[in-house]
């Protein structure tokens, strides 16, 4: 495992909710990002608690968070070490109430 790989492994089974995405919680820099927060915030989630990882920030993580989870996209959300998936799928889940259920059971 290369350490870019071993730091996002740590990153992801270090923090109960964590969000890859393209700037911060309080200031998204892409839509796809802005949504997952969005999202996020509607299932209870205090913004300030959630760790995000701004990938613009670093390049090595930006582009090694897609081989880590063999997903073409960002943001992504892993909860509890789990990969749960983009901004697409966490709308799907969200819509279904699935997502509440995942992020409930993570206290």
Same mark, same amino acid.
């Given at each position: ?8 492994? @740590? ?8 969000? $890859?995405?393209?700037?911060? @919680?309080? $200031? ?54 789990? $990969? ?24």
């Amino acid at each position: 495992m290369s350490d870019t790989q071993q730091r996002i492994h @740590a990153l992801v089974n270090s923090n109960d909710i964590l969000l $890859f995405m393209k700037g911060n @919680a309080s $200031f998204p820099m892409c839509g796809f990002s802005g949504r997952a927060i969005q999202i996020l915030k509607a299932c209870g989630v205090d913004t300030k608690t959630l760790t995000t990882v701004n990938v613009l920030e670093d390049e090595e993580i930006r582009q090694g968070i897609k081989e880590y989870s063999n997903w073409p996209t960002i943001p992504q959300l892993y909860v509890k070490g789990e $990969f749960i998936g983009g901004s697409d799928i966490m709308m799907e889940m969200y819509e279904s109430g699935e997502l509440k259920q995942v992020l409930d059971t993570q206290d």
